[in-house]
Nanobody, 126 residues
Framework: QVQLVESGGGLVQAGGSLRLSCAAS????????MAWFRQAPGKERDFVTA????????DYADSVKGRFTISRDNAENTLYLQMNSLKPEDTAVYYC???????????????????WGQGTQVTVSS
């Protein structure tokens, strides 16, 4: 069965950095695009960044471009999110998600992803 387990969240001061990891199992990791979404209390889940099945293509929300970097290690079945220059508005639960279709193009739509991890909390203090 598909399993996505996020880790690496925590409390950090504004301007600090965190690196999130997502350990994937139960499917052919290298055949699927992956993404990170986030959700703050009382708000919708928002797209953060996506990466293609091979890692050759990436996409970032304007709010995180230049600060966050998505990457993947297909040999280790692991997705990463390096977050630098963190801001209080980055505070949210961060979710690792898998694309519904193999080898699909990059997408910012939550409807294109059908497996979600449990989430990891990121809190940025001012």
């Amino acid at each position: 069965q598909v399993q996505l387990v996020e880790s690496g969240g925590g409390l950090v001061q504004a301007g600090g950095s965190l690196r999130l990891s997502c350990a994937a199992s139960g499917y052919g990791f290298s055949r699927y695009g992956m993404a990170w979404f986030r959700q703050a209390p009382g708000k919708e889940r928002d797209f953060v960044t996506a990466i293609s099945w091979s890692g050759a293509a990436t996409d970032y929300a304007d709010s995180v471009k230049g600060r966050f970097t998505i990457s993947r290690d297909n040999a280790e079945n692991t997705l990463y999110l390096q977050m630098n220059s963190l801001k209080p508005e980055d505070t949210a639960v961060y979710y690792c998600v898998r694309a519904t279709s193999m080898y699909s193009p990059l997408s910012r739509s939550s409807g294109e992803y059908n497996f979600w991890g449990q989430g990891t909390q990121v809190t940025v203090s001012s």
